[in-house]
């Protein structure tokens, strides 16, 4: 079983740039596609990046994913951030073991 | 567009069995994966498992030993029971539908998920 590890909280400040990163224990990050949700206070989850780089109609372009092979891990990088990117952002992934990981979860706050 | 609606009992009490129903609608349930996820208070997501249209299921193995998921094409419906339930199994449960699957030696997985349905606040307390 392999887990994906990501930061418990992040912050920063409006207009700011911040990146959320989600590390693979086993396994290759390349190996199998990424997506990644925001959820806010009192909602479902909603899909912001999925198979690793491709975002859904609707969410802003400041909203990016990257995969790097050399630190295992993927990547949410939100530009220009805004009040309302406050949320939890989670990543998730698979492996022929393991249809469905999620990542534990970032708390991103916009102070 | 497709919706999930969640729903059953808010409250099961210590050792019974928790069920729920997710409803389809706007489209079929036939051709696709479909998902339960939960979400404990404060908490992150946990992967239930999923059931493919046809009755094919995949469970985390965390919870295999206590959960079935069944589909009812008829209604458009697919169903959860865990059972044996304690305090731990205490959560927001949600529906969803993984967008896309990836198909890879006999053996598919699900994409990302959307739509999900609202989800549903399940207690397990006495």
């Known amino acids: 079983n392999f887990m994906l590890t990501q930061p418990h909280s992040v912050s920063e400040s409006p207009g700011k740039t911040v990146t959320i990163s989600c590390t693979r224990s086993s396994g290759s990050i390349a190996s199998n596609y990424v997506q990644w949700y925001q959820q806010r206070p009192g909602s479902a989850p909603t899909t912001v990046i999925y198979e690793d780089n491709q975002r859904p109609s609707g969410v802003p372009d400041r909203f990016s994913g990257s995969i790097d092979s050399s630190s295992n891990s993927a990547s949410l990088t939100i530009s220009g951030l805004k009040t309302e990117d406050e949320a939890d952002y989670y990543c998730?992934?698979?492996?022929?073991?393991?249809?469905?990981?999620f990542g534990g979860g970032t708390k991103l706050t916009v102070l | 567009q497709v919706q999930l609606q969640e729903s059953g009992p808010g409250l099961v009490k210590p050792s019974e069995t928790l069920s729920l129903t997710c409803t389809v609608s706007g489209g079929s349930i036939s051709s696709y994966y479909w998902s339960w996820i939960r979400q404990p208070p404060g908490k992150g997501l946990e992967w239930i498992g999923y059931?493919?249209?046809?009755?094919?299921?995949n469970y985390n193995p965390s919870l295999k030993s206590r959960v079935t998921i069944s589909v009812d094409t008829s209604k458009n419906q697919f169903s959860l029971k865990l059972s044996s339930v304690t305090a731990a199994d205490t959560a927001v449960y949600y529906c969803?539908?993984?967008?896309?699957?990836?198909?890879?030696?006999?053996?598919?997985?699900?994409?990302?998920?959307?739509?999900w349905g609202q989800g549903t606040l399940v207690t397990v307390s006495s």
């Open positions: 998730q992934s698979y492996d022929s073991s393991n249809p469905v990981v």
């Open positions: 059931i493919y249209y046809s009755g094919s299921t």
């Open positions: 969803a539908r993984p967008a896309a699957t990836y198909c890879s030696g006999g053996s598919c997985y699900p994409g990302w998920f959307d739509p």
